[in-house]
C-alpha cells in the first residue's frame, strides 16, 4: 500500500551541498510523520530528522542541526533532505521511513540511497 522511493544520492566534497528526494505513494499521508535515517559503514541506523505531514512540524538531530533541512511538496507527495556543509562522517546510506501520528515506531521504509562525502 505505501511505497517509499529514495532518490538524490551520490559523491561529493566536504563542504559541498546535496539534496535527497522521498517519493510517497500509496495512500494519503495528512496523519504522517516522514522522517530519513543514515547508517554508516560499521554503524547503528540512526535517526536523523523528521516532518508532520500537516503542519510541517520539523525536529532534528544535534548532529545535523543547522546543516541539513527537512520539507516536504504536498502536491507532490514528496519529502526532501537538503544537506548543506556535508562533512566526512555524513557518508552513510540515507534512507526515508513513515509512520502515522499515533504510532509508536516507524512501519514503512525506502530502500536508501548512498551519500559519500570525500575529503
Known amino acids: 500500500q505505501v511505497q517509499l522511493v529514495e532518490s538524490g544520492g551520490g559523491l561529493v566534497q566536504a563542504g559541498g551541498s546535496l539534496r535527497l528526494s522521498c517519493a510517497a505513494s500509496?495512500?494519503?499521508?495528512?496523519?504522517?510523520?516522514m522522517g530519513w535515517f543514515r547508517q554508516a559503514p560499521g554503524k547503528e541506523r540512526e535517526f536523523v530528522a523528521r516532518?508532520?505531514?500537516?503542519?510541517?512540524?520539523?525536529y532534528y538531530a544535534d548532529s545535523v542541526k543547522g546543516r541539513f533541512t527537512i520539507s516536504r511538496d504536498n502536491a507532490k507527495n514528496t519529502v526532501y533532505l537538503e544537506m548543506n556543509s556535508l562533512k566526512p562522517e555524513d557518508t552513510a546510506v540515507y534512507t526515508c521511513?513513515?509512520?502515522?501520528?499515533?504510532?509508536?515506531?516507524?512501519?514503512?521504509w525506502g530502500q536508501g540511497t548512498q551519500v559519500t562525502v570525500s575529503s
Open positions: 521511513a513513515a509512520r502515522t501520528t499515533t504510532s509508536t515506531k516507524y512501519e514503512y
Open positions: 500509496g495512500r494519503a499521508f495528512r496523519n504522517y510523520v
Open positions: 516532518i508532520l505531514w500537516i503542519g510541517s512540524s520539523t
